[in-house]
């Protein structure tokens, strides 16, 4: 995506003769929906990440049809082994670290990692730290793995400022390449 909004993300799996459909703008909310009510998928952007599994991370806006509001932005992985679709993540839930996410439509930086786990930076709002890089796992949720206030290696000493990592080759495996200014 160039950083607008799409209308459909297709897989087509190696060897495979046609695209599945992974989602498509006003088409129904993932189930679970996160948000109760009749809710579509508004603004859609991805894929922001896929792996050789055919997992794909995404990004929407969900339109809630009967009360006519939007609530913006939710980052959701598919998974290809069951043709299943989980949020990831949301600005409205809180963080491991306090505060809560911060999202920007079609912004979050996104890997997946070999295990099908989604990696993501986010801004954070009202805590204590601006900014991280966490993970979601399937099995175990949303964790942090660096965020901005965590002491730096002790070779180096100091505080990291806020964690950021590229949109190709920061994952590898399970191995996470970042880069965070030190202070101290």
Do not use: M
Not at 109 to 135: K, M, N, Q, V
């Amino acid at each position: 995506s160039n950083g607008e909004p799409v209308n459909t993300i297709w897989v087509l799996p190696s060897g495979a003769s046609s695209a599945t459909e992974i989602i498509g703008a006003r088409l129904a909310c993932p189930t679970p929906c996160p948000l109760a009510g009749s809710q579509v998928i508004y603004r859609l952007f991805g894929p922001l990440a896929f792996d050789d599994a055919g997992n794909v991370a995404f990004e929407a806006s969900l339109y809630n049809t009967q009360a006519n509001t939007s609530t913006c932005c939710f980052l959701f992985l598919y998974y290809a082994s069951d043709g299943s679709i989980v949020k990831v993540a949301s600005d409205l839930d809180g963080t491991p670290i306090g505060g809560k996410f911060g999202f920007v439509e079609g912004y979050p930086l996104t890997e997946l990692t070999t295990d099908g786990d989604a990696i993501f930076e986010s801004p954070i709002s009202g805590g204590t730290s601006s900014g991280g890089i966490f993970r979601y796992s399937r099995t175990l949720g949303v964790s942090k793995l660096i965020a901005q206030g965590d002491n730096a290696p002790s070779l180096i000493g100091g505080t990291l400022g806020y964690p950021e990592f590229g949109h190709v080759g920061a994952v590898s495996g399970r191995q996470l390449v970042f880069d965070a200014p030190v202070s101290g």
